[in-house]
């Protein structure tokens, strides 16, 4: 079946450092990847999203690379901020039509200043 | 942009009661939802998805019996948890699409913690 690994957290960082939340997944076919960012007391909110191989997606400054040799949508981005701490979700979508969503467990960052 | 409203945020049940969670779309029209549960530092695990007017199509191991799931219009989707059990217990998160295959209108709920006592 379809399955996400996500790098367990918290993930603590200082304000301005760089940023990775490793993304590996196992479906079959094509599957469509996402971040999903969860702020404290609201809904997930789609972050960015690729839908093919060597495909980035990038918003706010995060980048994903979908990287189907070694099925991989590693969340990167260069500087972060205190307003960058939350919950992220790696999530896959495999095949067409109205699929739910396979989602990693989420990894809590926390960005101190 | 797409907002869904799901109520209510919390809900503390009696072991043996029937809850009733609400999902709305407010700013457009949703013909296919999906109901999740996440436990504790777990991943969210879809439940069921439900299009309007037809029945839900559940996830293997999800009781349908349990969580009875109607979606009777576009703007509106409930999940019923009948005879709760504390193992119920965990947080019921609602997601709706505009149309099917639309990945982008994939808007989440703030989610349901419901606790059975």
């Known amino acids: 079946g379809n399955s996400v690994t996500q790098m367990e957290g918290p993930v603590t960082l200082s304000e301005e450092a760089f940023l990775t939340i490793n993304c590996t997944y196992t479906?079959?076919?094509?599957?469509?990847l996402f971040w999903y960012v969860q702020y404290p007391g609201e809904g997930l909110q789609l972050l960015l999203k690729?839908?093919?191989?060597?495909d980035k997606g990038s918003n706010k400054g995060f980048e994903a690379t979908y990287r189907k040799e070694t099925t991989s949508f590693h969340l990167e981005k260069g500087s972060v901020q205190v307003s960058d701490s939350a919950v992220y979700f790696c999530?896959?979508?495999?095949?067409?039509?109205?699929?739910?969503?396979?989602f990693g467990k989420g990894t809590h960052l926390i960005i101190q200043p | 942009g797409a907002v869904v409203s799901q109520h209510p945020s919390w809900v503390i049940c009696k072991s043996g009661t029937s809850v009733k969670i609400e999902c709305r779309s407010l700013d457009f029209q949703a013909t296919t939802m999906f109901w999740y549960r996440q436990f504790p530092k777990q991943s969210l695990m879809l439940m069921a998805t439900s299009n309007e007017g037809s029945k839900a199509t559940y996830e293997q191991g999800v009781e349908k019996d349990k969580f009875l799931i109607n979606h009777a219009s576009l703007t509106l989707s409930t999940l019923t948890v009948t005879s709760a059990h504390p193992e119920d217990s965990s947080f019921y998160i609602c997601s709706a699409s505009p149309r099917v295959g639309d990945y982008y209108g994939y808007t989440f709920g703030s989610g349901t913690r419901l606790t059975v006592v």
């Open positions: 999530a896959l979508r495999a095949g067409g039509g109205a699929d739910g969503l396979t």
């Open positions: 690729a839908t093919k191989a060597d």
């Open positions: 479906a079959t076919g094509y599957p469509s």
